[in-house]
């Protein structure tokens, strides 16, 4: 059974969005959070705030979106999740938050250098504002992908 199988997984992975709303880097159930296990993702549902998630809602997809376990629709920012895992097979994880500091900066579409040396071999360097793309759509995908290049994290344009 793949809920068996990842169970781990999702307990983590609904651990993440827990401590990102106990942040304050999203409200309701904005952002969303994956995780790569093989061939697989674990997705985060889409539109269940992560105050009434539990880790049995993830959506289990195959690297081309199809669904492979999960009661609910995965996130609309799927696309963008399958799109960085198929490019970058290194990436163990994805995750969207909506922090109002990062969307202020990202409004001013300039780069964020990074504000101490320690953090650049994990960043690799500034990081990029990923021009505007609609929510959930494949532009935003390919947008995200373009502003990651070699780096390990990116703003979005809003």
Same mark, same amino acid.
């Given at each position: 059974m793949?809920?068996?199988?990842y169970n781990d997984q999702k307990i983590e992975l609904?651990?993440?969005c827990q401590k990102m709303r106990e942040l304050e880097m999203v409200i309701g159930s904005s952002g969303n959070v994956s995780t790569r296990v093989g061939d697989h993702v674990i997705i985060t549902p889409s539109g269940i705030p992560y105050t009434k998630m539990r880790a049995s809602d993830a959506v289990v997809l195959d690297l081309e979106g199809?669904?492979?376990e999960g009661p609910h629709k995965a996130?609309?920012?799927t696309?963008? @999740?399958l799109n960085i895992y198929? @490019?970058?097979p290194e990436c163990g994880a994805v995750v969207h938050s909506h922090s109002v500091y990062a969307s202020a900066i990202a409004a001013l579409r300039k780069q964020l250098p990074p504000v101490i040396d320690e953090i650049i071999p994990s960043l690799g360097g500034h990081i990029r504002v990923a021009e505007y793309g609609i929510p959930g759509t494949g532009e935003l995908a390919e947008n995200v992908l373009k502003g990651l290049d070699d780096r390990s994290g990116v703003l979005l344009a809003n």
């Open positions: 793949v809920y068996a199988m609904l651990r993440t199809n669904t492979i996130s609309m920012e696309p963008t @999740h198929r @490019h970058r």
